[in-house]
């Protein structure tokens, strides 16, 4: 079996702090997690890269070319990369953030995106898709759709057990998945199974075949987050697996059954 980097975010600590995440795995990109207790501020700097920021856990003021953003709930965050943001935490917060490096040829991407920035999705309001490797009643998301960030999207997956994801291999797109605090599945790289439980951090090795495995009394949630090494096959294969519903459903989470419409 290939070797699988995973880790656990620590979401206890009660202290101001960043901290990289699986440094190294795919070429560009780093993950932090950062930590910000009550009425303390965390200030990130422009640069040659992308501050995508998701808050997981409590409440937080974004400020940002003047103007100051109020959230109580899981959101995604993306200032302009020419411009500072400011994190005021109100209450203590916990924030995932994805700094992505620019390459050539992204300004041209960029432009032909258009996109205005700050870039805001609450969580809950992401546009829902179908995808053919999942069940019926799986809610996948899309919280940054494939063409808002150059060479870059994320979203999630949720579902409760019995159900399953079945293998597949996507060697045009590397991948990271984070799982909620509530998340409990196996994962499966080249068909071994990998125990992930809630707030871990796991590189899905590039090429390799993956899926995953749900039992009765698991709520599977997680968050994918993906690369494209060649930007082209990326967006055909998104464009082509990520079918929008156009509905929005969600769980009941005393019977891990799908809400009626």
Known sequence: ????????????????GSVALLPGCIPGATLYHHSVMAGSMLSLKPGPFHHILILISGDVEFSTDGNSYIFHERVSFVPNPK???????????????????????????????????????????????????????TISRSVIDQRIIPRFAFGSVETYGVDAIKSHDHPMLDQYFFSFPENEMDVLIDFEPIRMKGNELLYIPLGSMHGVDVKEGQHCHYLW???YPDNELALKRLDASHIPTGKHVEFDPKTGKLKKE
């Not at 079996?1 to 101001?16: G, I, Q, W």
């Not at 924030?95 to 490096?101: A, G, K, P, Q, T």
Request: hydrophobic share 35%; charged share 35%.
């Open 225 to 227: 987050i993906d690369f």
């Open 83 to 137: 411009l500072s943001v400011d994190i005021k935490a109100l209450t203590d917060c916990h924030l995932i953030e994805v700094r992505w490096e620019w390459q050539e040829g992204d300004d041209e991407l960029a432009a032909e995106y258009k996109t205005q920035f700050p870039h805001i999705q609450i969580y809950r309001n992401a546009k829902q898709y179908r995808d053919r490797n999942k069940s019926e009643k």
């Open 1 to 16: 079996m290939r070797e699988v980097p995973k880790m656990t975010v620590d979401f206890n600590v009660k202290k101001n």
